[in-house]
Nanobody, 127 residues
Framework: QVQLVESGGGLVQAGDSLRISCAASGRTFSQRTMAWFRQAPGKEREFVSAISWNTVSTYYTESVKGRFTISRDNAKNTLYLQMNNLKPEDTAVYYC????????????????????WGQGTQVTVSS
């Protein structure tokens, strides 16, 4: 079992930066593909970014490329999302997700690829 706890969300202005974190329990964090999803009010949960267990591969949805950076510290069992140049449309609850193991590239954006989810952290970007 894996427990995921997100932190670092908040209220920022457009153009600001924010880093959110996800602390994972368990000894298998380093073996799992990890991801961030987000859900805005009235919308479906959508993929934001993912990172392979060894950090070699990263994936981003088009709207955040060049602004967001995903990273992980396997020694600390922690996943990060650095968000720069935030826009009001980035406002959402951000969820951390863990796969059961490695995830192949074409399935990284799929919610069904991830077995464990955190409770989410709210990010609000004002204009």
């Amino acid at each position: 079992q894996v427990q995921l706890v997100e932190s670092g969300g908040g209220l920022v202005q457009a153009g600001d930066s924010l880093r959110i974190s996800c602390a994972a329990s368990g000894r298998t964090f380093s073996q799992r593909t990890m991801a961030w999803f987000r859900q805005a009010p009235g919308k479906e949960r959508e993929f934001v970014s993912a990172i392979s267990w060894n950090t070699v591969s990263t994936y981003y949805t088009e709207s955040v490329k060049g602004r967001f950076t995903i990273s992980r510290d396997n020694a600390k069992n922690t996943l990060y999302l650095q968000m720069n140049n935030l826009k009001p449309e980035d406002t959402a609850v951000y969820y951390c997700a863990a796969a059961d193991g490695a995830v192949v590239t074409r399935t990284a954006p799929l919610k069904t690829s991830y077995a464990y989810w955190g409770q989410g952290t709210q990010v609000t970007v004002s204009s």
